[in-house]
């Protein structure tokens, strides 16, 4: 198995469920293997950085100099997985993903992106549009909705500010580890922007890494249903194509 980089810390709690999905993917995937001893764990290293840090960082979308230190802050992260060593890293968040091409620029191995994956998972689950949840960044830059478009995929936040501005304050409370009423708060959103048709059914990007928490029994899925509505799991979605890539080739 390749050795895997996580640049982990934004926020922890979903660093922690990168790191338990990794490993309960290998576990399942030599279960029948037949080898003496612990099931085979893919090496990582885990590059936690502040995220308040970052987060003072953040520029404005247009003004590229503006970006100059928080891009240099996750490049020098990622710099130090390649130098620990690992055969490819991920980023286990989705805001600095509306930044990936400066982050990754000039490294020697390979970036999986979040927004890539999610949007090949769209195309193969036949999704047409989704509505995007996450922190402003990721609402407002209209760099996720680019990949997904490229994948056949209409991407779109909610419509007002208020209802962006509940998304990001329940993302502050799961930062945290808390919310309350995490799922029903969502739901509202949802069908605020959204609205109900009979025609199809609404689909849900859950564009933070954070918010797949607010529903309990759901954090260790790729996708899931709840109260109609079909949701896809940003944090399990990347997982799996990092544990996928991670034992390509191997023939197992």
Excluded at 22 to 40: R, V
Excluded at 66 to 77: P, Q
């Amino acid at each position: 198995m390749k050795k895997i980089g996580i640049l982990g810390g934004l926020a922890w709690p979903a660093t922690v469920e990168y790191y338990k999905a990794i490993c309960e993917l290998s576990q399942k995937h030599h279960a029948d293997a037949g080898l003496p001893g612990p099931s085979p764990m893919p090496e990582m290293c885990i590059e936690s950085v502040n995220i308040n840090y970052s987060y003072n960082r953040r520029g404005t979308f247009g003004d590229e100099e503006s970006w100059k230190a928080y891009d240099a802050y996750f490049h020098a992260a990622l710099k130090r997985l390649e130098d620990n060593g690992v055969d490819f890293a991920i980023i286990a968040s989705n805001t600095p993903h509306n930044r990936f091409d400066a982050i990754t620029k000039g490294l020697r191995i390979p970036v999986l992106s979040i927004f890539e994956a999610v949007a090949a998972t769209c195309k193969a689950h036949g999704v047409s549009d989704c509505l995007i949840l996450g922190t402003e960044p990721t609402m407002d830059s209209g760099i996720f909705p680019g990949y997904l478009k490229r994948h056949g995929v209409s991407g779109f936040a909610p419509p007002e500010a208020a209802l962006k501005a509940k998304v990001t304050g329940l993302i502050s409370e799961l930062f945290k580890g808390k919310s309350d009423n995490g799922s029903a708060r969502i739901d509202e959103v949802v069908r605020a922007s959204c609205g109900q048709t009979d025609e199809k059914q609404n689909v849900v990007c859950l564009a933070c890494t954070e918010l797949p928490l607010a529903f309990e029994g759901k954090e260790q899925c790729e996708t899931f249903h709840h109260n109609g509505v079909f949701y896809l799991n940003t944090t399990m979605i990347h997982a799996n194509a990092t544990f996928r890539y991670a034992v390509a080739g191997e023939g197992a």
